[in-house]
T-cell receptor
């Protein structure tokens, strides 16, 4: 069975400092992995997607994630946080076309 | 493209009333999903349609919930009768799935349902 664990429920950073949001997954097959972002009272927006083409995936708004099979991890990073990055971030795993399994989310706070 | 469109954005109703949520997927997409988001359970898939046919409804909580997709551009999620525990944000998403590939799901803005 597939699952995803987001290791931090809350992360706080200062504007201009790096962001690291951690995600570990479990899957019996070669999974697809996603990061989605949800701003307050908004829908979910895709940040980036991994589908085995390259282990380092670049997404929108300067975010990127690295797939590490040996560590079963897919951590999300950004070199320099911006105030507008404050939101909820979801790590998602899928090994079937229609079945997305969402993590519990990480709330990112960015302080000035 | 306008993206996935959901209506209403907010719905407040009283226990026992019928509630209908509406979704228009992105044109050209062949798959549609209804999700429910709560603090306690996070994001849960309720039902998945492919080419207007319900494929997986194992997430539908109980018989009070029903979903239809009469054509490629419209779907409804109905709750009858509604109960306070149905209060949640309901998201609709669409994607184009071909040849067994997982593809990106695009989410609508959600409907925040409050049942008093």
């Amino acid at each position: 069975a597939q699952s995803v664990t987001q290791l931090d429920s809350h992360v706080s950073v200062s504007e201009g400092t790096p962001v690291l949001l951690r995600c570990n997954y479990s899957s019996s097959y070669s999974p697809s992995l996603f990061w989605y972002v949800q701003h307050p009272n908004k829908g979910l927006q895709l940040l980036l997607k991994y589908t085995s083409a390259a282990t380092l995936v670049k997404g929108i708004n300067g975010f990127e994630a690295e797939f590490k099979k040996s560590e079963t991890s897919f951590h999300l990073t950004k070199p320099s946080a911006h105030m507008s990055d404050a939101a909820e971030y979801f790590c998602v795993v899928s090994d079937r076309p229609h079945k997305l399994i969402f993590g519990t989310g990480t709330r990112l706070q960015v302080f000035p | 493209d306008a993206g996935v469109i959901q209506s209403p954005r907010h719905e407040v109703t009283e226990m026992g009333q019928e509630v209908t949520l509406r979704c228009k997927p992105i044109s050209g997409h062949n798959s549609l999903f209804w999700y429910r988001q709560t603090m306690m359970r996070g994001l849960e898939l309720l039902i998945y349609f492919n080419n207007n046919v319900p494929i997986d409804d194992s997430g539908m909580p109980e018989d009070r919930f029903s979903a239809k997709m009469p054509n490629a551009s419209f779907s409804t999620l109905k709750i009858q009768p509604s109960e306070p525990r149905d209060s949640a944000v309901y998201f609709c998403a669409s994607s184009f799935i071909a040849g067994g590939d997982t593809d990106t799901q695009y989410f609508g803005p959600g409907t925040r349902l409050t049942v008093l």
